[in-house]
Nanobody, 127 residues
Framework: QVQLVESGGGLVEAGGSLRLSCAASGRTFRSYAMGWFRQAPGKEREFVAA????????YYADSVKGRFTISRDNAKNTVYLQMNSLKPEDTAVYYC????????????????????WGQGTQVTVSS
């Protein structure tokens, strides 16, 4: 089992940047594919980005492609989401999620595919 704790959220002006971190417990972190999702008020949770266990494969929602970058440091049991050129529509609670990957290179973009979730961190982008 793995526990996930997000950090790095906050209030930023449109056009600004934030870096979210997700720290994972457990010694098998490198076998987990990781993802970031977000949920805005009154909306369903949506996929943001995903990364394979080695970090070699990444995948992004069209809405964040070119602005957000997902990465991971398996030595630190941490996955990151660098968010640049933020827009007010990026305002949401951001969640990281983990799932044991079937094989290296595999990433997952559906929330039901993930087994473990953090409690979320609020990101607010002002216009």
């Amino acid at each position: 089992q793995v526990q996930l704790v997000e950090s790095g959220g906050g209030l930023v002006e449109a056009g600004g940047s934030l870096r979210l971190s997700c720290a994972a417990s457990g010694r098998t972190f490198r076998s987990y594919a990781m993802g970031w999702f977000r949920q805005a008020p009154g909306k369903e949770r949506e996929f943001v980005a995903a990364i394979s266990w080695s970090g070699g494969n990444t995948y992004y929602a069209d809405s964040v492609k070119g602005r957000f970058t997902i990465s991971r440091d398996n030595a630190k049991n941490t996955v990151y989401l660098q968010m640049n050129s933020l827009k007010p529509e990026d305002t949401a609670v951001y969640y990281c999620a983990a799932v044991v990957a079937r094989y290296n290179g595999r990433y997952y973009s559906e929330s039901y595919e993930y087994d473990y979730w953090g409690q979320g961190t609020q990101v607010t982008v002002s216009s």
